[in-house]
């Protein structure tokens, strides 16, 4: 897994997909805020998930991806039956985009700060 740098949210909403292989190609909305560049055969959809700050949390919502987003263990994603979307407590988390075992994973730290200047 290559480490990404940290990063604070500071807007409301913070999508993450991957980059289009073809520099041509055009999202239907805005690209999300974290392109994520992958080889094929790609474990990360154009419009994987998004991290929306609320005044009384986080909540991570996947945006009906092809493999789902996994928080904490729980897989997300309506196209396996299961929540499309979890809310997150104060603390460390675990967030992986695609297959369990992908590489493609991040640390979401939600601090008692960010959670009050909503």
Do not use: W
């Not at 499309?84 to 700060?113: N, T």
């Amino acid at each position: 897994q290559s480490l990404l740098a940290a990063r604070t949210i500071d807007h409301r909403v913070y999508s993450m997909g991957r980059r289009s292989a073809s520099r041509a190609y055009c999202y239907d909305m805005e690209p999300p805020d974290c392109l994520i560049a992958q080889p094929y055969p790609y474990t990360v959809s154009r419009r994987h998930c998004e991290i929306e700050r609320l005044p009384d949390g986080v909540i991570i919502r996947d945006l009906n991806s092809r493999l789902g987003t996994i928080v904490n263990g729980e897989r997300l994603g309506v196209r396996h039956g299961q929540y499309s979307q979890v809310s997150l407590g104060e603390g460390a988390h675990s967030l992986v985009l695609g297959k369990s075992d992908g590489p493609v994973g991040f640390r979401v730290i939600v601090s008692k700060s960010i959670r009050q200047s909503t």
